[in-house]
């Protein structure tokens, strides 16, 4: 039975939300992600997804939300917010270049229609973006190779110029290096610079949607587990004012789980409860807190994965 493994976006509490629930899955569901046979990775979903399919381990991701891996500094604490923040406007002047800049590509991000490509002397005049991922591009640079993996992986960004997702992968056009593609499905419209390749110009994948569920239900899976940090678990909702502001991805999510259930496929999905909800808050991009917000990842996945239902699909995943 073929698997896959959705990985969803949520920022830097996403990532830490990954890594509890990932290291929960195999600690006490015996699934090891990069068993999966395919991987399909949104925004902080791609960069768990890139890492995993390139060698690192649950046990990482883990150990770097806690801030004591051996050898990975973790995004923790008011000091990591130089790395995830750094300023690209040096004046007022610049404040207001990319203001415009980048309500366009917010623009773009949310109204996905074709449209001509701009002129190279309007993209240099207002360029899209308040900051640079500075801590991302060197760590992507030094722990991750432009060479794509063997395993299957597809990394989901939107072409802001064709209104259109772009999956991106090792036997996909366009070509494109792996950091290039977990850069560009990483580019949060109007905080980050989009990533251009060629004609294209690439955003976070989550303005399509958050999971890209329906990726993995083209390619055949049969069974899919979603992690999505960016919805909530149906079973124990937060309040109306958490659902309201999780409304989009939790309504995508419900349409993409719905279509792969008819069409046969067993969908399992990892998302906070109502207390984790409250954990996270509305800063998906805060680096303080991200131990906690692991370690809940990790209590609440440890109770689901012993559910009969997961257990029972779970068990069949294994046997595959």
């Known amino acids: 039975m073929k698997t896959g493994l959705v ?11 990954h890594a509890g629930a990932l290291r929960a899955l195999e ?34 991701f883990w150990l770097l939300a806690l801030g004591t891996h051996p050898k990975m500094t973790a995004l923790v604490g008011p000091e990591a917010v ?3 923040f750094s300023p690209l406007a040096a004046s007022p002047v610049d404040v207001l270049r990319r203001g415009i800049g980048s309500a366009y590509v917010l623009a773009r991000s949310v109204v996905r229609v074709p449209v001509p490509p701009l002129p190279n002397l309007l993209t ?14 060197r760590r ?16 989901c960004a939107v072409n802001i110029t064709t209104g259109r997702r772009v999956v991106l992968g090792r036997r996909k056009e366009p070509a494109i290096d792996l950091r ?9 419209p109007g905080l980050y610079p989009p990533v251009r390749i060629g004609p294209m110009t690439l955003v976070d994948g989550g303005a399509h ?17 979603g992690v999505v940090p960016m919805a909530y678990d149906t079973a124990d909702a937060p309040s109306r004012c958490h659902q309201l502001v999780r409304r989009i991805p939790a309504r995508m999510l ?44 990790y209590e609440s996945t440890a109770r689901t994965v012993a559910t009969p239902r997961f257990q029972r699909v779970l068990a069949d995943c294994a046997a595959a």
């Open 124 to 137: 240099r005049a207002f360029p899209g973006g308040f900051f640079a991922p500075a801590e991302g591009r």
């Open 180 to 188: 290039q593609a977990v850069l560009a499905s990483a580019a949060i």
């Open 27 to 60: 600690v006490e569901g015996g699934i090891v992600p990069d068993d999966a046979d395919l991987m399909v990775g949104t925004s902080a979903g791609s960069v768990i997804a890139a890492y995993l399919r390139t060698g690192r381990s649950t046990e990482d």
């Open 254 to 297: 419900g349409r993409e789980v719905a279509a792969a259930r008819r069409a046969g496929v067993e969908v399992l999905l990892l998302r906070p409860s109502a207390d984790e909800v409250r954990l996270h808050g509305t800063n998906m991009m805060r680096t303080e807190g991200l131990d906690d917000v692991a370690r809940a990842a």
């Open 82 to 84: 130089g790395g995830v």
């Open 7 to 17: 990985l969803g976006a949520g920022g830097l509490v996403g990532l830490a939300y």
């Open 140 to 155: 992507f640079a030094d722990e991750l190779p432009e060479e794509w993996p063997e395993k299957d992986l597809n990394i």
């Open 209 to 225: 949607s958050t999971t890209n569920l329906d990726i993995a239900v083209s390619a055949g899976c049969r069974a899919i587990i």
